[in-house]
């Protein structure tokens, strides 16, 4: 029996690798969702938002798997706002702490109950790429990203905000895969990008002209549909489809899975680093626990 962990699993493509994962033969899914009310599945309340409510989840959580080891954690769940004036109740910019510090805190806490050779899948984007999109990040300042000072204007900030988060996310997740802990234990670590794809609910925040070009554009043919970008998380997830030697970002464009090498910036040790040591104090882990 493979014991599987995942946020944003309740709407989008993530429902969609859900229920892949639940209807899975010898498979015990565990959904965590801030909207625990009109899912079927075994879900338990999380609430990105909040740092100590990541703490708490993952006391219950431990609880009730009392000793049992999870073999696929997948950290799906993400937010997009218009602008960068939104902040969390620890008073981080939303978009940093709830897509990035709140998965990160998250895997921290969760690393001892991982088994052996484990599969951790964290959703990237390639809109961290500067040489894909032209509002892509070409540096990284965590602390600029947690406080922004200054007073955003127009829907670009926003865009740029969740750029960078989502480099956050690729770096932790490259970080994670390169750590003593992964490496001994045998894990698989998969940055995962969906691709441009239609009919998510990231584009709620969009303004109304940018949510139709977004219905436009989805009738491009390299455009993902939600069933593609979902089956080929839970196909990550649960080892049927596996990484090539040397590689951790598996791309999804016009429905065809790729292992491309990340942006510049995704590639240096330094940034991973730095980024790593910063979250591990905003978090509260700076004396590693």
Known sequence: MKTVVMTGGTAGFGAVAAKRIFNTPNTKLILAARDTKNSSMDTMPLDLARLSNVRSFVQSLMKKLNGTKIDILVMNAGAQFGNTRQRT?????????INHLSHYLLLRLLSPALAKNATIVITTSDVHDPEV???????LDSEALAHPQHKSTGFMPGLKAYASSKLCNLLTARAFGASIDSQINGMRVIAYNPGLTGGTSLFRAWPWWARLMMATASRLRHVNTIEQVGNAIADLGLGTIVSPAGRFYASLVGGKLTWPEPSELGRKDDVMMSLWRDSERMVGLSNGH
């Open 89 to 97: 109740h620890d008073g981080f910019e939303s978009t940093f702490a």
């Open 133 to 139: 999109v032209p509002f892509g990040p070409k540096e």
